[in-house]
């Protein structure tokens, strides 16, 4: 099946920091990519798609001034948590459709804010 | 907007026995459901999918039904394995390409 690749797998930053969390597709191209947090035993929660060379598309409630998207390449799309606080701490994942619609998730990311 | 409901939250089964985890949504125009298996700490990874065309789908030990008019789908796995423990979850789409939308996801423990 098709490859997502996440980077960074686990990060700590103090808060007020800004982290970038990148996501690649590596055998395929992905005009659009999604990414989701998740909360400690909960599900997983769409916060944006991602559409390569125009703006992302935010679901209600998230904001777009703190989480920046920004998807310049058909294989990479990548999301900044800006001036990170302790609430931001969560688990980030990225995920991208493959050639038969079916979801192929990155490995995530831990954030964790001090 | 579409809405996805999942249960039971948690599941807990012996080696052996079967397991069913129900799942339902709120958009009739919703075409495209997958299932997805987590394991603690890792991706989700995509167990079977059934389209709206089709009422079930087989993959070995794992199996989907889908009621279109009840609006309500199933995951079934048989012969259970100590492996098969991780979260399910259930999700629902409208065409291939569109949002999928979760369930909460329940915990399945099978005990050897």
């Known amino acids: 099946g098709a490859v997502v690749s996440q980077h960074p797998s686990r990060v700590i930053c103090k808060s007020g920091t800004s982290v970038k969390i990148e996501c690649r597709s590596l055998d395929f191209q992905a005009t659009t990519m999604f990414w989701y947090r998740q909360f400690p035993k909960q599900s997983l929660m769409l916060m944006a798609t991602s559409n390569e060379g125009s703006k992302a598309t935010y679901e209600q409630g998230v904001e777009k001034d703190k989480f920046l998207i920004n998807h310049a390449s058909l294989t990479l799309s990548t999301l900044t948590v800006t001036s990170a606080h302790p609430e931001d701490s969560s688990f980030y994942i990225c995920?991208?459709?493959?050639?038969?619609?079916?979801?192929?998730f990155g490995e995530g990311s831990r954030l964790t804010v001090l | 907007g579409e809405n996805v409901e999942q249960h039971p939250s948690t599941l807990s089964v012996q080696e052996g026995d079967s397991a069913v985890i129900k799942c339902t949504y709120s958009?009739?125009?919703?075409?495209?459901f997958p299932w997805y298996k987590q394991e603690l700490g890792k991706r989700p990874q995509l167990i079977i999918d059934?389209?709206?065309?089709?009422g079930e789908k087989k993959d070995q030990r794992i199996a989907v039904t889908l009621n279109k008019t009840a609006k309500h789908f199933s995951l079934h796995i048989t012969e259970t394995q100590p492996e098969d423990s991780a979260v399910y979850f259930c999700?629902?789409?409208?065409?291939?390409?569109?949002?999928?939308?979760f369930g909460k996801g329940t915990k399945l423990s099978v005990k050897p």
């Open positions: 059934i389209r709206s065309n089709v």
């Open positions: 995920s991208a459709r493959g050639g038969g619609g079916e979801l192929f």
């Open positions: 999700a629902a789409s409208m065409g291939s390409q569109g949002n999928l939308i």
């Open positions: 958009d009739s125009a919703s075409n495209y």
